[in-house]
């Protein structure tokens, strides 16, 4: 059963892939919206986006890190839904070891998706 809380707002979902992201765009869709998916890896989403169905949700490559990701999903939503009115930055990544043994080139992804990303 469905609401109407999100009927006619666009939204964008950062992080789709995960348990979280993937929930959040089931209840976008439950409740309305039309839905982008976003994960680094589009097939990532392929099954959450076919579970929803195609109305309501799409799946887009984005890499939070990416504007041209960014660029291509913002054209998606709007192509296929109208501009986008929500966006959920749930992307994020997590390296779980201390600064001094990470190294600069993965505490930069960390970086990059965490707080340049948004």
Partial sequence: MGGERF???IVV???AAGPFGS???RRF???GAGV???ARGKDQVAALVAEIGGQRAVAATLDVTSTSDWAST???AEDTFGPVSVLVNNA???IPDTIARLGAKPLREVLETNLVGP
Wanted: glycine share 14%; charged share 20%; hydrophobic share 55%.
């Fill in 74 to 76: 913002v054209a998606l």
């Fill in 29 to 31: 869709a439950v409740e």
């Fill in 23 to 25: 929930e959040l765009v």
């Fill in 92 to 94: 994020a990544r997590a």
């Fill in 36 to 38: 982008v998916a976003g």
């Fill in 7 to 9: 009927q006619g707002r």
């Fill in 13 to 15: 979902v950062t992080g």
